[in-house]
């Protein structure tokens, strides 16, 4: 069964520095999302993303944040300058259509930040 | 502010035991509920969703009702298993977008032998 992939699984960083956490949808889907989940905390919606633009994002989702599709199968999402407060669970997800579409989720990057 | 409230927090049953799962929204406008069954350290598994003028939605032993009258939701597990140990989240949206779910914290459920 297709699922949604996403790499890397862990990632640790400083500080500051740049990440970029990369997702591979379902290869039908249109639709892409991101998401994250504080440690204990609920999951929290990030950005969507359809026919190569943003279609909505979060107020989390600010300028130290962006996504991109820079080829036909992978789905990105970049942190420039990351905080402590970044450190979390990041989940790709993609669907066929918006609306009351089922969702599929990938595995998650855990992202720690120190 | 739209809000989703799970209970029990946590839920602990023994193997083939029974169990059902309460979720209350104040989401508005309602559009759907999904149940997600979330594993540790993975992402959300979609289980069931409903739209406004479904009350009832199965998917194998588990059964969701949605009273959208009362704002309430219920998934039920019928003879539980092991690998039925998960996390259990209410979303529900206000929208046909992405944006407008709203996540439940989770009933975190533990079954045992």
């Known amino acids: 069964e297709p699922e949604v992939t996403q790499t890397p699984s862990h990632q640790v960083t400083q500080m500051g520095q740049e990440v970029i956490l990369r997702c591979v949808p379902i290869?039908?889907?249109?639709?892409f999302y991101w998401y994250r989940q504080i440690l204990g905390q609920k999951v929290e919606f990030l950005v969507s993303f359809y026919n190569n633009e943003i279609s909505e994002k979060s107020e989390i989702f600010d300028d130290q944040f962006s996504v991109e599709r820079p080829d036909g199968s992978n789905f990105t999402l970049k942190i420039r300058s990351t905080k402590l407060e970044d450190s979390a669970m990041y989940f790709c997800a993609s669907s066929v259509r918006l609306g009351g579409e089922t969702q599929y989720f990938g595995p998650g990057t855990r992202l720690l930040v120190l | 502010k739209n809000q989703v409230e799970q209970s029990p927090q946590s839920l602990i049953i023994l193997e083939g035991k029974n169990c059902t799962l309460q979720c209350n929204y104040t989401v508005s406008p309602f559009s759907n509920l999904r149940w997600y069954k979330q594993d540790t350290g993975r992402g959300p598994v979609s289980l069931t969703i409903?739209?406004?003028?479904?009350n009832t939605k199965s998917n194998g032993r588990y059964t969701a009702t949605l009273d959208a009258d009362t704002k309430q939701s219920s998934l039920h597990i019928t003879a539980s298993q092991l690998s039925d140990s998960a996390s259990y989240i209410c979303v529900v949206s206000a929208g046909g977008t992405a944006s407008k779910l709203t996540f439940g914290t989770g009933t975190r459920l533990q079954v045992t032998l």
């Open positions: 409903m739209t406004f003028s479904e």
């Open positions: 290869s039908n889907h249109l639709y």
